[in-house]
């Protein structure tokens, strides 16, 4: 006599991934979190916080300096506008702004358009907050939608429909284009635009990063969530933040108080110091992960997995039908089990980031957020014992 809604939903795979490589005393390229050390001044300022006296609880909203920090940030990167009084609300993490959002959006009935294969909590958290997912299909290997297929998801129910983009686990970034495409279904049907910009700074080749928010008429519909997590490698300081307009916003402050009220406040201080980093600091992540996609697509493809280059995010949903039949698996759970035990690389079964299960069973994902020793370690696994 347990819930019925926590009944429709499993565990999330990619924690359980990080369960299984730890007990196995693998290399972890199942979570996406990186193995090498956050910048040493944003520890500092931890530090320095915790000293000062910031540790009782926050704004619950958010520590004004983070907010304003939050604010000038998106001005710069994202051409986005907004007011830190009314416009944005700091969670614990990007996890929690999203699952705060939605509660804030739907009734029950209504209609959530997600695109497939999708980050596995998006699923979870539109049966959570009483919504119907409805999954349109990102068709490999360049991850593109079919145009008819997005404009039939809609209807009179749908109330929002959530963009990655960057995109885990595909690595794709939407183009303008599609962007606009998405915003004129979403004027058209009277929807909000739920837009998780998490990997914005990891980019590669020419892709550019554009937020929904910044397009014509769509920062009143679109929630923008974001967090330090991966632009500052601190996936464990759990602060990030939803930006909407200030009817929105007030809603999802209201959720939020009462899921967590507040993100820690130390780490939000130090969040605040980060976000006023030089532009240089970004270009550094960006190249240090192009070159780890290149070294690490080239080590995948050798070992005989079926990759496209990821044009942004640290992700890559390769295909590995060909080692699974020689291995004689049929499924990519079996198939992530053996590679941890044949090679101690850890991986995410491509069916998790699928609703319908049965697909997926012959992709795996990797995260190469790693540092060049795990890197080459694990090249020499794959190379060796595979
Ligand atoms: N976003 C990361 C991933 O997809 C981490 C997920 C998590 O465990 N919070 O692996």
Avoid at 2 to 8: K, N, V, Y
Avoid at 235 to 256: D, E, L, N, S
Avoid at 376 to 382: F, I, K, M, N, T
């Amino acid at each position: 006599n347990l819930s019925r809604i926590t009944e429709t939903f499993s565990e999330s795979v990619i924690r359980e991934m990080t369960r299984i490589c730890d007990a196995a005393g693998g290399y972890n390229l199942s979570q996406g979190f990186p193995d090498f050390d956050s910048p040493q001044a944003i520890q500092e300022a931890a530090i320095r916080a915790i000293s000062a006296g910031y540790n009782q609880y926050p704004v619950t909203f958010g520590e004004p300096e983070l907010r304003e920090a939050i604010s000038r940030k998106v001005r710069r990167y994202n051409q986005i506008d907004c007011d830190p009084a009314t416009d944005i609300t700091v969670t614990c993490g990007a996890t929690e702004a999203m699952i705060a959002t939605l509660k804030a959006l739907i009734n029950p009935g209504d209609e959530i358009i997600i695109f497939e294969p999708f980050y596995e909590n998006y699923g979870p958290d539109s049966i959570l907050s009483g919504a119907t997912p409805r999954y349109i299909t990102l068709y490999g290997p360049d991850w593109h939608f079919s145009s008819t297929e997005l404009a039939a998801a809609f209807n009179e129910k749908t109330k929002a429909i959530i963009i990655n983009t960057p995109n885990n686990p595909t690595g794709k970034v939407f183009t303008r284009s599609e962007l606009q495409e998405i915003a004129g279904l979403a004027v058209k049907w009277d929807t909000y635009v739920v837009a998780d910009e998490i990997y914005e700074h990891i980019l590669y080749d020419e892709a550019e990063h554009i937020s929904m928010a910044s397009l014509p008429g769509m920062a009143e519909r679109t929630i923008t969530i974001n967090s330090i997590s991966k632009t500052y490698s601190v996936t464990g300081w759990r602060v990030g933040w939803a930006i909407a307009a200030p009817r929105i916003t007030q809603r999802i402050r209201k959720v939020h108080d009462f899921f967590t009220v507040g993100a820690p406040t130390p780490f939000q201080h130090a969040a605040a110091e980060a976000m006023n980093f030089e532009p240089e600091y970004y270009t550094g992540l960006k190249n240090h992960y192009a070159e780890a996609r290149d070294f690490f697509l080239r080590v995948l493809r050798e070992a005989g997995f079926q990759c496209e280059l990821p044009k942004g995010a640290y992700y890559v949903l390769a295909d590995a039908s060909g080692i699974m039949k020689q291995l004689k698996l049929t499924d990519d759970t079996a198939f992530s089990r053996r590679l941890i035990e044949l090679t101690g690389v850890a991986t995410v079964p491509g069916s998790s980031f699928y609703a319908d299960k049965t697909k997926g069973s012959h992709q795996v994902r990797f995260c190469f957020c790693k540092k060049w020793e795990t890197l080459e370690l694990v090249a020499q696994a794959l190379a060796t014992k595979l």
